[in-house]
Nanobody, 114 residues
Framework: VQLQASGGGLVQTGGSLRLSCAAS????????MGWYRQVPGKQREWVAR???????FLSDSVKGRFTISGENAKNTVYLQMNSLQPEDTAVYYC?????????WGQGTQVTVSS
């Protein structure tokens, strides 16, 4: 499984971005896909997850501002980020869970200027 994340960039406070994560390779029986973020010097933080069946979960820090969705036909998951704040600045990583394994994408930088 290969994951390609895109959509990061520089945005002002209050702005929006949409991240995409396209999965390729052997996709059968995956459990879900999600997003994490990481700031230098800190642990990777879970942001959102969507199951194969379409159930979505968001961390409290982004609930009400971010939305996760999936497009099964394209094996792609999206993270719509609205009302961005400087504390959302991080490298965002997508992942895919399949059984005991987790696959990671390369990360995309999101920078929110104040």
């Amino acid at each position: 499984v290969q994951l390609q994340a895109s959509g990061g960039g520089l945005v002002q406070t209050g702005g929006s971005l949409r991240l995409s994560c396209a999965a390729s390779g052997t996709m059968f029986d995956f459990d879900g896909m999600g997003w994490y973020r990481q700031v230098p010097g800190k642990q990777r933080e879970w942001v959102a997850r969507i199951t194969r069946g379409g159930r979505s979960f968001l961390s409290d820090s982004v609930k009400g501002r971010f939305t996760i969705s999936g497009e099964n036909a394209k094996n792609t998951v999206y993270l719509q980020m609205n009302s961005l704040q400087p504390e959302d600045t991080a490298v965002y990583y997508c992942n895919l869970d399949r059984g005991a394994r987790t696959y990671w994408g390369q990360g995309t930088q999101v920078t929110v200027s104040s």
